[in-house]
């Protein structure tokens, strides 16, 4: 590994994305979109938006960034850009990292003007600090990253890669508490449950909008969140190949 080199990786990276209008829009305008038309969906329940825009703060970061590393591995990889790359003396690991890097820059820009805008416009409330919540949100978004890193390998196609989605994220959903609690599932989705890192972020959110100040709960789940990235990048650099078939 080559601290320079995952460096000039994570730099390339969003030199490529400064350049790719959609792509910034996908990451800063949609979440906000989504977070006005959600307080406007509960415009008589603030209460309810309390709840549930404080973890889609936390869920926007994850799909976005999953969507956008997965097609853009892929796209590196059909390309022959990723053969011609490793066939310097850059490792994988120097790749994945800095594209973990490059897109947790981006992470701590999306959920800084998705909290904004939730907190400041859109009147979001939380017996926590914000920053505390804008950990969490970048901890999240650098889970999505290295979850679309590690599947874009099992990909042949950009297609192929946003097939991944539905099962990847969909089932987090509907087991992390967005749409019901936890405690009120059956025994098997319970247990299932424990090994969906979105719910840890799910989990980790609740305690800051509960109580004022950081939990044991909160840096737990935090933790496990972390381990959970770093894990998949590891095992993105292990499956990852030099391009597509």
């Known amino acids: 590994m080559s601290i320079r080199l995952t460096a000039w990786t994570a730099l390339r990276v969003l030199n490529q994305l400064r350049h790719d209008r959609r792509t910034i829009g996908l990451i800063l305008v949609v979440p906000s979109v989504l977070l006005t038309l959600l307080r406007f969906v509960f ?121 991944f989605a539905p099962s990847v994220i969909i089932p987090q959903l509907l087991l992390c508490g967005l749409f019901w609690p936890r405690e009120e599932m059956a025994g098997p989705l319970q247990a299932a449950s424990n090994v969906v890192p979105l719910r840890y972020a799910a989990e980790a959110l609740g305690e800051v909008g509960t109580y004022p100040l950081p939990t044991t709960l909160l840096w737990r789940d935090l933790a496990v969140i972390l381990t959970f990235g770093i894990t998949l990048l590891a095992l993105g650099a292990i499956t990852l190949r030099r391009r597509s078939q």
């Open 43 to 163: 415009d008589n329940r603030p209460d309810i938006f309390d709840q549930i825009g404080l973890l889609l703060l936390g869920i926007f970061p994850f799909v976005s960034m999953f969507l956008i590393t997965s097609v853009a591995m892929l796209r590196e990889r059909a390309s022959g850009t990723l053969e011609r790359l490793l066939s310097m003396p850059l490792h994988k690991l120097d790749l994945l990292l800095g594209y973990g890097i490059a897109f947790a820059a981006v992470a701590v820009v999306q959920a800084t003007v998705a909290a904004t805008v939730a907190y400041r416009l859109l009147g979001l409330e939380t017996q926590g600090k914000i920053a505390v919540v804008l950990m969490i949100v970048v901890s999240t978004a650098i889970l999505g990253s290295s979850t679309g890193l590690f599947t874009s390998a099992f990909a042949r196609t950009e297609f192929q890669a946003l097939q």
